[in-house]
């Protein structure tokens, strides 16, 4: 089955400067590449998602890029702000064929210092 | 409200009992996953049903652990003779089908074996 790596546990970045956060997934089939935000006390929430046809996708300060050759896919957050500290989980799903399974990454506690 | 419910949301039980965490999923989503959070961990994948397939339980821990959908709508995980360490936040999600759709989380089950 899909197996995600994620790096790093912990993450602490000065309030305006950029975080980054990697992915590796096993599974060559997979195609659909989700980042989950969790605050302290909630479920996870979707952030931004990519599918396998595209290398990046932006959404304002938030963008991923994903390298399906090298089976690896990041998170970039710019200009840092205090509400961006929480845990991301990336998650890597393939969807065709009969499987839909969705397997998540172990989580980054990214810290914003004020 | 349209997301998915989970319940209770908070459980406290003795060693050796038995419990049973509900999920109400999003109305007409096909998919659902069941996921454990143990303290400051990764989302750990427990079972997955998609439709009417035989679902995925390739995650579940032990024997212990069980879970149904009825009528492709509720699912109910059922954990027997509780141990200490699976006090974790079991968290649910749905999902609309099988093409890279969105997965949208309840704020899950805290359950504390005592």
């Known amino acids: 089955g899909e197996n995600v790596e994620q790096h790093p546990s912990t993450l602490s970045v000065q309030e305006g400067d950029s975080a980054v956060i990697k992915c590796t997934y096993s599974?060559?089939?997979?195609?659909?590449f989700p980042w989950y935000k969790q605050e302290l006390g909630k479920g996870p929430q979707l952030i931004i998602d990519?599918?396998?046809?595209?290398g990046e996708k932006k959404d304002q300060r938030i963008a991923v890029t994903l390298n399906k050759t090298a089976k690896h896919f990041s998170l970039h957050i710019t200009e840092t702000q205090p509400e961006d500290s929480a845990v991301y989980f990336c998650?890597?799903?393939?969807?065709?064929?009969?499987?839909?399974?969705?397997?998540f990454g172990k989580g980054t506690h990214l810290i914003i210092q004020p | 409200g349209a997301g998915v419910s989970q319940s209770p949301s908070n459980k406290v039980t003795e060693k050796g009992k038995d419990v049973e965490l509900r999920c109400d999923p999003i109305?007409?989503?096909?998919?659902l996953y069941w996921y454990r959070q143990s303290l400051g961990q990764g989302l750990e994948f427990l079972i997955y049903?998609?439709?009417?397939?035989?679902?995925?339980k390739s995650g579940l821990p032990s024997d212990r652990f069980s879970a149904e959908r009825t009528g492709g709508s509720v699912s109910t995980l059922t954990i027997q003779r509780t141990q200490q360490e699976d006090s974790a936040v079991y968290l649910c999600?749905?999902?609309?089908?099988?093409?890279?759709?969105?997965?949208?989380f309840g704020q899950g089950t805290r359950l504390t074996v005592v």
């Open positions: 990519i599918r396998s046809n595209v």
């Open positions: 999600a749905s999902r609309a089908g099988r093409s890279n759709t969105e997965a949208f």
């Open positions: 599974d060559s089939a997979s195609n659909y």
């Open positions: 109305s007409g989503h096909t998919a």
């Open positions: 049903f998609q439709g009417n397939s035989a679902p995925d």
């Open positions: 998650a890597a799903s393939n969807t065709g064929g009969g499987a839909d399974g969705l397997t």
